[in-house]
Nanobody
Framework: QVQLVESGGGLVQPGGSLRLSCAAS????????MSWYRQAPGNQRELVARISSGGRINYSDSVKGRFTISRDNAKNTVDLQMSSLKPEDTAVYYCNAEAPYIQHWGQGTQVSVSS
């Protein structure tokens, strides 16, 4: 059974930092591209950052320079280090695992940025 379990969300003040982690099981992790998406109330789910199976990284323009995605194929984890957080980063953040013709989602973790 495939499981993607996110952790690390919470409430942080503007300018603060958080680190999200996603632990994967039930998949051949190294074969999957791993991504973080987010969805704010009333908005569509959007891609935040993606790291391919080969390590190529892409960021959305809104987080470039502030967020860093990384993966550990030995531990089957993908992390998202978020810095200089803004109120507009408030959303539910989802872990995604993608391979040809298949993808899996985690249950999401709430990130709230507010003073």
């Amino acid at each position: 059974q495939v499981q993607l379990v996110e952790s690390g969300g919470g409430l942080v003040q503007p300018g603060g930092s958080l680190r999200l982690s996603c632990a994967a099981s039930g998949i051949i992790f190294r074969s999957y591209a791993m991504s973080w998406y987010r969805q704010a109330p009333g908005n569509q789910r959007e891609l935040v950052a993606r790291i391919s199976s080969g390590g190529r990284i892409n960021y959305s323009d809104s987080v470039k320079g502030r967020f860093t995605i990384s993966r550990d194929n030995a531990k089957n984890t993908v992390d998202l280090q978020m810095s200089s957080l803004k109120p507009e980063d408030t959303a539910v953040y989802y872990c995604n695992a993608e391979a040809p013709y298949i993808q899996h989602w985690g249950q999401g973790t709430q990130v709230s940025v507010s003073s």
